[in-house]
């Protein structure tokens, strides 16, 4: 990127925080930082009560001038969110049919199912309805980072069991999530498309725009965003992204290259 970015967008779980956990202050403080110099984007296939407990709960001495310049878009861009007036309003949803959520359920638990991926010991429910997006997590959503590592360490069981459910739902999108999930969503959903209705929503081109995220390998959810041609930053976690943005930061206060 010759020039300073417009906005900077980020992936949530293992970019900005640890997975299924809250921000550490270091990093809190940088994204207040941050939201006092450009806007700020936070794009992740998790549902709104995530981005609270991980980000928004964390944000200390933050105004709503500066909030006014954070967007939220979780399940991948199926939902936006905007700090209007106080409080954070859903300025839109694309929700997933009954017939298309029930579809979604019943192909992804019969193939865990029978792949032999269906967990007894969890830390929460493996199924979930968020609305536009049903969610596989194969230990629960709040399984510790050790035991989901564990679980899949090469992202072969996950792969095998995408591949295998998208084969029921050819209607449907089934993409890899987090590293034991799958997302089911409409056909086209991807981090990808949630970027381009960001680019509409604000006016801000995509080659104004920087992403950073930890999956851009090309198995992994934030892949699509570096096919679509936004500059990307690789991290391998929240500490990578807290050392970028000391170094962005700066940049972006000063106004220089």
């Known amino acids: 990127?010759?020039?300073?970015?417009?906005?900077?967008?980020?992936?949530?779980?293992?970019?900005?925080?640890?997975?299924?956990?809250?921000?550490?202050?270091?990093?809190?403080?940088?994204?207040?930082?941050?939201?006092g110099a450009v806007e700020v984007c936070v794009i992740s296939g998790g549902q709104i009560a995530q981005f609270h407990m991980q980000l928004i709960d964390n944000l200390d001495n933050v105004s709503d001038e500066a909030l006014a310049g954070l967007h939220l878009m979780p399940t991948c861009g199926t939902q936006y969110y905007r700090h209007i007036e106080g409080s954070w309003t859903q300025i839109y949803a694309e929700l997933l049919t009954d017939p298309e959520k029930a579809s979604a359920l019943i192909a992804v638990e019969a193939t865990a199912r029978e792949l032999g991926y269906w967990e007894s010991d969890t830390w929460g429910p493996?199924?979930?309805?968020?609305?536009?997006?049903?969610?596989?997590?194969?230990?629960?959503?709040?399984?510790?980072v050790a035991a989901?590592?564990?679980?899949?360490?090469?992202?072969?069981?996950?792969?095998?069991?995408?591949?295998?459910?998208?084969?029921?739902l050819p209607d449907l999108e089934v993409r890899s999530g987090g590293s034991t999930s799958v997302d089911i969503t409409r056909r086209g959903i991807d981090k990808a498309y949630g970027m381009n209705k960001l680019a509409a929503l604000t006016g801000v081109s995509l080659d104004e725009m920087l992403f950073v995220g930890d999956r851009l390998d090309e198995n992994g959810n934030d892949y699509p965003v570096k096919v679509l041609g936004v500059e990307c930053v690789a991290v391998g976690g929240w500490e990578d992204t807290a050392a970028f943005l000391e170094t962005l930061i700066p940049r972006l206060e000063a106004g220089a290259v």
């Open 126 to 144: 493996i199924l979930e309805d968020r609305g536009s997006q049903i969610t596989f997590s194969a230990l629960g959503q709040a399984a510790p």
């Open 148 to 168: 989901k590592t564990a679980w899949d360490p090469s992202g072969e069981k996950k792969n095998t069991l995408r591949e295998a459910v998208q084969a029921l």
């Open 1 to 35: 990127m010759t020039s300073l970015p417009r906005l900077v967008a980020f992936d949530l779980d293992d970019t900005l925080a640890a997975s299924k956990s809250p921000l550490d202050p270091r990093m809190a403080a940088l994204m207040v930082r941050l939201l």
